[in-house]
């Protein structure tokens, strides 16, 4: 038997996409625990994220395609208002901060230990599955970490935005001393640039189409920014992407290219300059998310860069690699 400090007659009220485009408040059932190991939290603050943006707007990410309602959102912090009997890492009233992937724990994968490129993973706000902005989510129990005092709700709700950046970096290894250029200076961006510059990185550059976004990633984190100009009317935007990149390469005097390259839009603009910026045998992450682009392969190949991408995080010690919704 579970302990809990509400009812299930309790309201719900909750963020529902019902369909592209159109999102409203309803009532939801109180959801109940799927075993003893869950704990049900009470949600206090939620980020929202491109992805939840991407569902309302397009209705798909990839091969996650929106066939049915679901409650959106995923980066989440609340307090435990029931555990289940076998839970022994929580009680009720802790403060928590939500990992919103829970892997099956059986597959290959997850057992050695790339539990975020599991195939059964229930993430939330990924269809079929439901998120967490609600009032109440229902999450394993130790997907759920302990806060400290000092840190307060929307704080321990940026856990999982700075979880992506961790893992970016991870996937880029970065090491003491490299150059690193970030397309995008929106948060996930300026998180990346923020977790590089921990990592050791020497120099970080952000470039960004938004003034405002590089004048505050520069207050943030990064070392230089750059503004990239638009490309004239009738210019081929692949000769114009290689512009750019030059234009980065000559104005931070990085030789013959960055060490590594974050691209944090999935625009294809800026995987083209991200690819040509980065020096040969260099690092390119693609982290960004955005329609079906055109690359091209001699760009990278033909400089034996080592490309990545970054499609979910890990919140946990355990040891991670790459991909998920």
């Known amino acids: 038997m579970s302990s809990a400090t509400t009812t299930t007659t309790d309201s719900n009220p909750a963020f529902v996409l019902r369909a592209v485009k159109d999102v409203a408040f309803e009532n939801r059932p109180v959801p109940s625990l799927r075993d003893e190991h869950e704990v049900r939290v009470h949600i206090a603050q939620t980020g929202i994220c491109g992805s939840d943006v991407h569902y309302w707007q397009r209705g798909r990410i990839g091969d996650f395609v929106l066939k049915s309602p679901i409650i959106l959102g995923h980066e989440s912090s609340g307090t435990v208002v029931e555990v289940g009997s076998l839970v022994t890492n929580l009680k009720l009233g802790d403060r928590v901060a939500i990992e919103p992937g829970v892997p099956c724990r059986r597959c290959d994968y997850c057992r050695a230990g790339d539990y975020n490129l599991c195939n059964d993973t229930i993430f939330a706000a990924t269809p079929p599955w439901d998120g967490t902005l609600a009032k109440y989510y229902t999450v394993a129990s130790d997907y759920c970490y302990k806060i400290p005092d000092h840190m307060d709700m929307e704080e321990a709700a940026m856990v999982e935005p700075v979880s992506v950046a961790v893992q970016i970096c991870k996937v880029a290894d970065i090491r003491a001393n490299q150059t690193v250029v970030v397309f995008g200076a ?80 999935g625009a294809e603009p800026c995987i083209q300059a991200g690819i040509n910026v980065a020096k040969k045998g260099g690092m390119y992450v693609q982290a960004g998310m955005g329609k079906e682009v055109c690359i091209s392969l001699s760009s990278s190949s033909g400089r034996l860069l080592t490309c990545n991408s970054r499609m979910s995080s890990s919140l946990s010690p355990r040891p991670a690699s790459g991909h998920s919704p």
């Open 186 to 265: 929106g948060p996930i961006g300026v998180l990346s640039q923020a977790v590089a510059k921990a990592a050791g990185a020497k120099k970080v550059i952000a470039v960004d189409i938004s003034q405002a976004r590089l004048d505050f990633a520069k207050s943030y984190a990064a070392d230089d920014t750059f503004l990239p100009p638009r490309g004239a009317s009738g210019v081929d935007p692949v000769a114009h992407s290689e512009a750019i990149a030059n234009m980065i390469k000559e104005k931070f005097g990085l030789g013959e290219g960055a060490d590594v390259v974050l691209e944090c839009t």
